[in-house]
C-alpha cells in the first residue's frame, strides 16, 4: 500500500479542475490506498457548504466530499493561513 497526499488548491467552480481531482482522489480511495487530502489556496472554497452552482450548469462539490469517508479516507487537512484568509 502506498500513502498518497491529494492537495486541492483549485476553487470547485470556473474550471473542472477541483471536480477532477475529487473523482481521481475517489477513485485512489477505491484501490484502498493510504490516502489524506489537503485543501489549500483556493481549495478551501471547496468545503463550504452552502453552494450553489446550478447556475452554472454543474454539481455541488461539497456533497461529494461527504462520501470521502466511505471510500476510506479519513484523514483531512486544511492550511491554516487558507482558512483564515
Known amino acids: ?3 498518497l ?3 486541492c ?3 470547485p ?3 473542472n479542475l ?4 475529487l473523482d481521481a482522489i475517489l477513485a485512489a480511495g477505491v484501490f484502498e490506498q493510504n490516502l489524506a487530502v489537503l485543501f489549500v489556496d483556493d481549495g478551501v ?3 463550504l457548504s452552502d453552494q450553489d452552482p446550478a447556475n452554472l450548469g454543474q454539481k455541488n462539490l461539497a456533497q461529494a466530499l461527504t462520501a470521502l469517508p466511505l471510500f476510506g479516507i479519513e484523514l483531512i487537512y486544511v492550511e491554516k493561513e487558507s482558512l483564515a484568509e
Not at 18 to 21: D, V
Request: aromatic fraction near 10%; proline fraction near 0%; hydrophobic fraction near 40%.
Open 1 to 3: 500500500m502506498k500513502n
Open 5 to 7: 497526499l491529494a492537495i
Open 9 to 11: 488548491s483549485h476553487a
Open 13 to 15: 467552480y470556473g474550471s
Open 18 to 21: 477541483a471536480k477532477e481531482g
Open 45 to 47: 472554497f471547496q468545503l
